[in-house]
Structures are given as C-alpha cells and as structure tokens.
C-alpha cells in the first residue's frame, strides 16, 4: 500500500489502523463492529457462504453491507439471515477510494431506515463522502451510465476512425473531464474490472435497446487474456517504454507511439463556453473529430433519457453519481440542461430517423416541455415529474455550502459585512467573520493583503475570532505574480519591499491578531497561502490539502513567514542540537515540499500537531466556525511574539556541505544551489554565533533581503515568466 499510486493512504501512520485477522481464530471480533463490509468474490454460492459462517458473530446493531457492483442487493438479501435482513444493504465504493467521493447507498426491501440514515451520517461525516442512494439495478448509477458513456465512446471513436491518443486528448480536460480521459481510465480502473462491468450489463440486461454494443471489442479481450490489464500490470491500452508513451494499435494488434492530438479546428469549438453554441458547431462540423465527439454526447443523453426511469429517483442522482463517481465536472444532464434540452432533444430525434444512433428507442414522453434538470426547488423526479429537494438528514445541516447544481442559483451565505474586487467578508451568526479571497486561483495581491487587514481590523473590533475560507478549492496557490509583473519589469524594488513587507506583516497580524484566527484549508495551499495557513491560530484542513512553501520554484524563497516559521518551530523543536531539528525542515523549502494530504502535513511541520483534518471538505467551514467560537468562549489571548536560538554560521556551512553533495551529484542545478544557500543563510539566522538568541522581525528582515535580491537575478525572472506561460517549474 506504500508503494501504490495514486497512494492509498493519507499518511503512513494509517496502516496502523488495519489490524490482520482470519475466519478460523478471530469471527468473534465482528460482534463489536457498527459496519461490516463484505467484498468477496461476484458469485452468489460463495457469498451466501460467507454470510452463513459470519452472521452469527455480528452485533446487535451491526449493519452490514456488501460492495458488490454486478449482483442483485435483493438477491444477495435473499440468501442473508432473515432475522438480520433489516440490517443488510449495498455500499458500493469507487476506486482509488481516497480520491473517489462517491458512494452509492443501495437497500433491499427489508433494509430499515434507520440502519441507512445511520450509514449515511457515516460515510458523509466521518469518510467524508458523497452519497447517492441508488435503486437495485445493474451496476446501479454511475457505473451503469459511465460505462455505458466509454461504451458509446469506443464505439464512436471506431466508427469515425480515431486513434486511442486523439479520443483521449478530446475526451479529457476539454470536456472538463480527467486527464485519463476515456482509454487511460480503462488502463487506471483495469481493462479486467472494465470487462467485468460491461459483462455484468451484457448478462443482466438482455433487452436494453443498446444490449448490441455492451459487448466488448475483440482487442481489448486479446489484451486481457496476455494479461495487460491496465496500470497495475504496467501495460494495457498504453504502456511506457523507457520515457516513450506507447499506445495499442488494434489493426496491428502491436503497440505505436502515443503521438498525435486533437485537431486544431475542433480544439477551437471546445473553448467556446455555451454549451448550446459547442454542441450545435460540433454537429454542425464536417471534421470526424468533431462529428465523434457530437456522437458520444448524443449517445449517452439518448441512454439516460430512456433509462432514467429505472436507474435512478432524480437527476440530481445521476448526475452527482458521475461527478463524483468519474470525476466529471458537469454531470450529464447539466450538461444537456445548459444546452437547451429541448433544442438537444430535436436533434438527438433527427439522429434517430437519419439511423445515426446507436439505437432507434424513441425519447420518453416525459421529457416532453422539460425545461430544466435541476432549479431551485429541486431535480427533476422521472417519474412524478416533481421536482425532489434535497435530503433532509441532519448530518447534511453540516454542509454550509454543498455541491452545487447547475440550474440552482448562486446564494449568497451569511450576511455581507464589506466586499471589494477580490475580498468578501460576511458572518453566519454575528459572532465569527468569515473572509473570503475571490481573487483568480485566491493568489494573493496588493488588494487581497487590503481587504484582508480591513477584516482583521473590523474583526477585532466586532467579533469574536476571524475565519479565512473558499467554498472550494483552492485555498491559495500563493502570491500573484502577474499583478507584481509590471514592478518586477521596472525595477520598482521599493514598491517590491513594500509589498513584502506588507504580506510578512499580514503574517504576523494573524498570529497576533486581538481575535483568534482559523484558516479553512482545501486544495493547494502553496507559498503566500501556505504561509497564511502556518500563522492562523488555528488550522481546520480537508483531508485533500495539498500545502508547501514552492517558491524555489519561481527562483525565490519563502519571505511572508515561511522561512521564519520553520526556522522558529525548528528551534521549539530542538532538544540541545537546533540543526538536527532545523534540516528537515530546511529540506522542506529548499526542496519545495508539498505535503500531499493534511495529515501528510503534519509530520512534515507545514501544520501544527493541533491542527484539525476533516474528511468532507463541505462540512470545512461548519468545523472552522465551531473551532473559533470553542477558542473564542474560552477567553482566548494572543500569544506573545517569540524569540528563539539559531543555528548561525556553523549551521549554515553545514547545509551548505549537503549542498554541495546534492548539485555534484546531479540533484540540483547551479541556480538551486544558489537559492538554497540563501534560504541556509536565512533560516540559521544570518552572520551570527550558533545559539543567537533572535526575534521573529530579525528573520523577516532577511528573508525581505534575498527575496528582493532574487528577483534582480535574471534567473529568478526567467523562473517566474516560465511559471507565468506555462504553469510549470523551470529549473535552471
């Protein structure tokens, strides 16, 4: 599990958590579970089986469920205990499942509410979930229309000839979609799982208009059977060679290189931001590309449309099944709805009589006179024609700012203290402000720095403590570079020092506020916003935080706090030997670690012990508030500004020496070595003794020092432009 990627694991201490057992010596361990999960083998006589040797060691209240995506929950309840059948369900996880945020819920007949509801509180709360409560049908929802999407897409992308490199870079980022697009998801989740899936539909549902095309092409079985089964085995559909990426060829049967891309022309079309307008020039388009793509989108509205009925209660459920279950930005029927459903419809009917679909099943009667999925009151029901409102289960009263629909207006939360271009303040309950940065990516400007001081001082002037929160990722990527372009072409480094000065003064302003400051921390919290982060009081972070001082990256060293900060907890954590404790962290910025989750963050001292790690983003900031106020009603104080030892001279010559070892052996460049003697000098405190006793404006002004004196290098520069037109690190 350490080896795997993407990492299953949050932080390595987690595998302590799994303890090791067996059916022979260790059943009676189950009578003290609230859940237990069942994932055996897709065969019905081996999990009946199972269910016979485990119930009668289950709890009282134990509720148990099984992960089962190709059988039956009622059938699989049939052969359970009849006594217990109330406590039995489906939990139907995605894969990786740190990553994936959906979980569909399934009940059989006898499953009791209140063992759902509890499930539910369960797996949205503490797994920090997303949960669809999904109807008994094969593969239920987002495997049922995800599949059947990638189904439709190998059937397109055969039929207008397209190699497996171009559908991939035309059904991935462009659609708003991952990376891994169509064939590489195959290769992720497993060309042998995929197969199980669509097998699962080709079995279980004979007279599905589209049951012709649920069967798999015969080079995808070829490439199961010699076993390239995707990404586990290191080949499937693509596989690398060398730093070659190679891409099956099916006429061949043999592997080619992964070269070629989607054509300009229709790139083109994709940038177009109406959906209406994108759909009608992809049909309208002579290109296959285009043509291809117009084809898969019509396929896959065509097969909700008919089947919606018996897959799914509402549109709400498909489509946050596909956003959360394949990563989707727009889930399928927004999609459709933010193109006009009936102008979608009229053509997807013209397709029909021309013989272009994939199948001739007429569109539903209910969707005649549709105007919308998804408004305010709720999603569409495919049955009453209501529209349903979301669950009213308490542990969703948690989610100030849930997933939002498209076709729901935009709210505004709490009541607006003062907005500015990039700034907006507002509160939930009179007692805590609630800042949020609006700027592009939150970097963080000149004007993001003002509103944030005019929050700080109308917070401790009216409120108890100060929350800094983004409704969604990011929370930061750090300062903006390309507000500061125009001063760094002209040399202005006083306006420079200035602004530093300013965000370093920020800094410290909340972590010597009058009023306990919280930061809310989702996503990437790089430079200028990880610094943010280290000087709040208090940290409430996703489990999906992503935090690090990058600025080696742009040629620069950390100067809102960042070196200071590590450099002052290094010193807090030392027992006698101030550089042992200091190197780590040194690495950390010389090195631009990101943490890779908030408990990851932890132990690499971007976050403190006390810091606390949420698992569903969406309850961040109802977890941030209750923090403030607990600090807040216990006649919280600021601390008082600290001073602490360096490592001084010796120590930075110590650094230095492991430097020099990492630039002779390849691991950095000349210029690394550069910034990372100056981030050395800054972080043992200068030309001073080992042992100097400092103060936290000392290490401030250094690192104000070299970070101006970077930026008149032309390397820096060359750094920060190639950051700027690529989003890339250059290392020079």
Request: net charge negative; with cysteine; charged share 25%.
């Amino acid at each position: 599990m350490k080896k795997q990627k993407p990492a299953p694991l949050a932080c390595k201490d987690t595998l302590d958590y799994i303890q090791a057992a067996n059916y022979e010596d260790d059943l009676d361990k189950l009578q003290n579970c609230d859940l237990v999960i069942e994932a055996v083998a897709e065969r019905l006589d081996i999990k009946e089986s199972l269910y016979a040797k485990v119930a009668p060691h289950l709890g009282a209240q134990t509720i148990f469920a099984t992960n089962t995506s190709g059988l039956s929950i009622e059938t699989l309840g049939g052969v359970f205990p009849a006594e217990l059948k109330h406590r039995f369900c489906g939990v139907h996880f995605f894969n990786p499942p740190r990553y994936m945020h959906l979980v569909e819920l399934i009940p059989c007949a006898a499953t009791e509410n209140q063992y759902l509801d509890n499930l539910e509180r369960f797996l949205v709360s503490t797994l920090g979930k997303g949960v669809v409560r999904a109807k008994d049908t094969p593969n239920f929802v987002a495997n049922r229309i995800g599949v059947f999407s990638m189904l439709a897409t190998i059937y397109n992308a055969k039929q207008f000839d397209l190699r497996f490199d171009v559908v991939d870079d035309l059904t991935g980022k462009r659609l708003g979609r991952p990376k891994s697009a169509t064939f590489r998801t195959a290769d992720v989740v497993g060309l042998d799982t995929f197969a199980h899936v669509a097998k699962t539909m080709d079995t279980n549902l004979p007279n599905d208009p589209w049951h012709a095309h649920f069967t798999l092409p015969q080079w995808l079985h070829t490439l199961i059977e010699q076993g390239a089964l995707g990404a586990k085995t290191k080949a499937g559909i693509f596989k690398k060679e060398g730093k070659r990426i190679m891409m099956f060829d099916p006429e061949h049967m043999d592997y080619v290189p992964s070269n070629q891309r989607a054509d300009a022309e229709v790139t083109e079309i994709l940038k177009e931001k109406n959906w209406g307008k994108k759909l009608a020039a992809l049909r309208a388009s002579h290109n296959p590309q285009a043509q291809f793509l117009w084809a898969s989108f019509r396929d896959v509205f065509h097969y909700i449309a008919v089947q919606a009925e018996t897959i799914a209660q509402n549109a709400r459920d498909v489509d946050f099944a596909i956003r959360w279950g394949f990563g989707w930005d727009l889930g399928p029927l927004e999609t459709w709805q933010a193109a006009g459903i009936q102008q979608v419809a009229a053509w997807i009917e013209e397709d029909i009589a021309a013989g272009k679909a994939m199948s001739t099943a007429p569109l539903p009667t209910w969707l005649k006179n549709i105007d919308a999925f998804h408004q305010d009151s709720g999603s569409l029901n495919f049955k009453t024609g209501q529209f349903d409102p979301r669950s009213s289960l308490d542990v969703y009263q948690r989610q100030y700012a849930p997933a939002k629909l498209l076709g729901e207006s935009d709210k505004i939360l709490g009541e607006t203290i003062f907005e500015t271009e990039v700034i907006r303040a507002f509160t939930l309950d009179g007692k805590v402000l609630v800042v949020e940065n609006r700027n592009k990516m939150r970097a963080v400007s000149k004007a993001v720095l003002d509103g944030l001081n005019q929050a700080i001082d109308i917070a401790e002037e009216r409120f108890d403590a100060l929350v800094i929160w983004a409704p969604d990722a990011p929370f930061s990527v750090g300062a903006d570079l390309k507000s500061m372009m125009p001063a760094f072409a002209t040399g202005d480094m006083v306006a420079i020092e200035a602004m530093i000065k300013q965000f370093q003064d920020t800094a410290m302003r909340l972590r010597y506020s009058q009023i306990p400051t919280i930061s809310a921390v989702q996503g990437f919290a790089f430079g200028g916003g990880c610094e943010f982060v280290m000087h709040s009081n208090k940290v409430v972070a996703a489990l999906e935080s992503y935090i690090g001082l990058v600025e080696v990256g742009v040629g620069l060293i950390p100067a809102g706090g960042g070196s200071k900060e590590f450099a002052l907890r290094a010193a807090q954590a030392s027992q006698g030997d101030i550089l042992a404790a200091l190197k780590d962290r040194y690495m950390n910025v010389a090195m631009a670690k990101v943490a890779t989750s908030a408990l990851e963050a932890k132990e690499t001292g971007h976050l403190t012990a006390d810091a606390v790690v949420v698992f569903n983003a969406y309850e961040l900031l109802y977890v941030a508030l209750s923090e403030a106020r607990a600090l807040a009603d216990a006649g919280w104080r600021p601390e008082t500004p600290k001073t602490f030892k360096v490592a001084g001279r010796a120590g930075a010559a110590s650094i230095m020496g492991q430097l020099v070892n990492m630039k002779e052996g390849g691991f950095i460049s000349d210029y690394d070595f550069y910034i990372g003697s100056k981030i050395a000098w800054v972080m043992t405190g200068g030309d001073v003794d080992e042992g100097t006793i400092v103060d936290e404006q000392w290490i401030l002004d250094l690192e104000r020092q070299v970070f101006v004196g970077l930026l008149q290098q032309e390397k820096t520069l060359e750094r920060i432009e190639n950051m700027l037109s690529t989003g890339k690190p250059l290392r020079n």
